[in-house]
């Protein structure tokens, strides 16, 4: 079994699952890497070996398969013996207007955004409660709670996914598990900048801003749950 606390990140090839890899390194937590690309993953797992002396395991897996997560889950217990925290950070966004989203595009967001969460979480779940202890969190969107023009399919996945969050929260509890669910605003990552209308990046949050709210949320004191994390830009610029 590993000796240091473990934090399996999804999404962790770039944008906000980079971030939250490198704070969860620099706070001494092994940290258990996944998405499609290999090779950035294992560019990043170098650095934070390099800069940390961080523990790093990187599992290349696609959430829009269904046997992805299970082995997914399966490859980093078998490594470690436990996750501590995990992070559903891996999401697609197709922001388009309502006719012109086809229907794989929505089916892609549906499997990644919100079916992958719900069968990985399944697999980490168990240890964690019977360890009455661990910390589940879900990287959501303020548009999980407000709707917005071209959001038709992605605030869908993330409203499922709040209602998903919300539900598991009530359940494990009893159990000393956390569940987190954090609503970001823009952030400036390719998700949101490939966009022909993007907002300034001037007027994003940085990635690093949710790494910092997440590992706040996580290092909370034993007997506190920040079930749900609004975070967005202060005093943004306007175009
Ligand atoms: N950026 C924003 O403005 C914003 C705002 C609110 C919420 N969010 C949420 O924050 C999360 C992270 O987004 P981001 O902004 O960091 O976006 P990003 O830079 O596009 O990163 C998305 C990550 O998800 C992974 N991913 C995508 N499809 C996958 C698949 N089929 N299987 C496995 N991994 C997959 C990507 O890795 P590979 O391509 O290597 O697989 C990448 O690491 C998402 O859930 C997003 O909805 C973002």
Redesign the pocket.
């Known amino acids: 079994m590993m000796n240091k606390p473990v934090v399996l990140i ?10 939250l890899a490198e704070k969860f390194a620099s706070e001494g937590y092994a940290v258990a890497l ?4 290999m090779e ?2 294992q560019i990043l797992a170098a650095n934070l070996t390099k800069s940390y002396k961080a523990e790093t395991l990187c599992v290349p ?5 269904v046997e ?1 997560a299970e082995r997914l889950a399966n490859a980093v217990l078998k490594e470690w013996g436990k996750v501590d925290v995990l992070i ?6 197709h922001a388009r207007p309502f006719l012109e989203i086809s229907a794989d595009e929505l089916q ?1 967001m549906l ?3 919100i079916r ?1 969460v719900f069968l990985l979480t399944q697999k980490v779940v168990p240890g964690m409660v019977e360890r009455k202890d661990g910390t589940i969190i879900n ?5 999980g709670k407000n709707g917005f023009k071209g959001g038709t399919g ?1 605030s869908a996945t ?1 409203f499922a996914l709040r209602g998903f969050a919300q539900s598991l929260m009530q359940e494990l509890r009893k159990d000393n598990v956390r569940v987190v669910t954090v ?10 900048s490939r966009n022909p209308d993007a907002p300034d990046p001037a007027s ?2 940085q ?1 690093v801003d ?1 790494a910092h709210a997440v590992y706040a949320a996580v290092s909370v004191d034993a007997r506190a749950l920040m079930s749900e994390i609004d975070i967005r830009p202060l005093n943004p610029v306007k175009k």
């Open positions: 999804t999404g962790a090839s770039r944008g906000i699952g980079a971030a996944t998405a499609r690309d950035k993953m897996a696609d959430l829009g398969k992805d559903n950070n891996a999401g697609i966004l892609e499997d990644v955004n992958a990287i959501a969107s303020l548009g992605y993330k609503f970001p605003g823009s952030v400036d990552t390719r998700l949101i994003m949050l990635a949710v």
